[in-house]
């Protein structure tokens, strides 16, 4: 606490006791007055008090004694606890005690600021509740790191055994630092489409340069097989600079490496060209899919039952038909893999005597000229259907029918049976014929059902 003892009125008696060289009574003066300062607390004083003690022995030469009061001052400053403000954020120092009670602060750090120039600092030192302030005046150095981009540029598919880099060097006040004059930290890529992709080494000249250098850790190989997918590859590299970051104890900068596409026969032959053939395959394969999705067939439950007819004719003179043969054909039989897994949009066609049957989507189409008719045999008024004729020829070799005579026409062209029906026969004549009377008669036709 101040106040307790008048400082001023004891110096001012010291100074008179000193006039007189009656240096007991300054020594005398000075004890009673530390002891009354410190009995009151008055630290402050006590410390002004003791640093006198300390002039006075030091005058005498009593080196010892000067010595214990330098230490009893010390131990008063330390109780107080000593710290330092700074006006700038980042500065710092260190400060000693001298013996004789004085404190020396030393300035050992600023905020890092560059580019020339100056700027003040002001450092307060509180000792209880005492303080005390001193500006000192920073010189900023003049710090530029200048960075040496290449003319070359690295073609993007080859970065693996890469030489092309960038180098940084730093000068401080126009002087060129050299390597021992520098900490660097690690060089970085900040391109987010090389990350994962690149590495990067670097290395410091002792001249004080610093050469970056980016590079694919592994090599990108190419045989027979990965050369139709090389495009894919080399179309996804990116094609940007490469920027570097070069950080260190002066500050940070950035470089580029250009980057360029290959060479327009690289690009031809190891991109456009497997990438063309990739293309027509996916297409090919797009097509053949969609040819056996798509592809007509026959139905796979329908029969095509076909047989022979001649004209016969009676004694009397009237005129009959007689089916020579007849045999039944599924065509599920003709829905062969050949042909579903054939790449082409032909439709599958047959041919049953003569007579060419084509899958479409509604049924076999047939471009024949056709009739429609019924059997009747010889002996009956009833319509025989086409099960009951494969039973008769399991036993016979023939069947005689009534003559098929006037059929109504059915269409000439592209018919297409898409409902099965086992009474209902389809008459493809082949020849016909004419009596003494002029009339026409079927002389040979091919006979047909649909079930």
Not at 386 to 393: A, E, L, V, W, Y
């Amino acid at each position: 606490m101040a106040g307790c003892v008048s400082i001023d009125r004891i110096i001012s008696k010291l100074d008179e006791h000193l006039g007189r060289n009656d240096y007991a009574a300054a020594q005398r003066h000075l004890l009673y007055w530390i002891d009354e300062a410190e009995g009151g607390c008055d630290t402050r004083n006590e410390l002004t008090l003791r640093n006198e003690l300390m002039g006075l022995y030091r005058k005498l030469g009593r080196s010892d004694e000067a010595f214990s009061a330098a230490h009893s001052a010390l131990s008063k400053i330390e109780a107080l606890g000593i710290s330092f403000v700074y006006s700038e954020e980042g500065a710092d120092g260190d400060y000693v005690i001298t013996d004789d009670g004085k404190i020396i602060f030393t300035p050992k750090k600023a905020n890092g600021r560059t580019g020339g120039g100056f700027y003040d600092i002001i450092v307060t030192c509180a000792l209880g509740e005492a303080s005390a302030s001193k500006t000192y005046r920073i010189l900023l150095p003049n710090i530029v790191i200048c960075p040496i981009e290449p003319e070359t540029a690295i073609p993007k598919h080859e970065f693996f055994g890469n030489t092309v880099s960038v180098s940084f060097y730093i000068m401080k006040d126009g002087k060129r630092l050299t390597k021992a004059e520098i900490e660097v930290l690690e060089p970085q890529i900040l391109n987010k489409k090389y990350a994962g992709n690149l590495a990067l080494s670097y290395e410091i000249a002792e001249d004080g340069t610093v050469t970056c250098t980016p590079f694919a850790p592994n090599a990108h190989k190419v045989n027979f097989f990965t050369w139709f997918a090389n495009w894919w590859w080399y179309w996804r590299l990116p094609c940007e600079d490469v920027n570097i970051l070069f950080e260190s104890n002066f500050g940070t900068a950035e470089g580029n490496i250009p980057v360029c596409r290959a060479p327009i026969g690289y690009q031809i032959t190891m991109a456009a060209v497997p990438f063309a053939i990739d293309l027509a395959v996916l297409l090919f394969l797009l097509w053949w899919i969609f040819c056996i999705i798509t592809k007509p067939r026959f139905p796979k439950e329908a029969t095509i039952s076909v047989g022979k007819v001649c004209l016969c004719k009676n004694p009397n003179g009237s005129y009959y038909h007689k089916i020579i043969r007849f045999t039944s054909y599924p065509l599920n039989e003709f829905n062969t893999w050949g042909y579903i897994l054939k790449p082409t949009r032909k439709p599958l066609t047959t041919e049953f005597e003569s007579i060419v049957f084509e899958a479409t989507k509604a049924g076999p189409q047939c471009n024949a000229i056709w009739f429609k008719g019924s059997v009747i045999p010889l002996d009956s008024t009833g319509v025989l259907n086409c099960d009951k004729i494969q039973d008769h020829f399991m036993k016979k070799k023939d069947l005689k029918v009534k003559e098929f005579f006037n059929p109504s026409v059915g269409t000439a062209k592209n018919q297409v049976f898409s409902v099965p029906n086992e009474k209902r026969c389809y008459l493809f004549p082949s020849e016909r014929t004419k009596d003494a009377n002029g009339v026409s008669h079927i002389k040979s036709a091919t006979i047909l059902f649909y079930t």
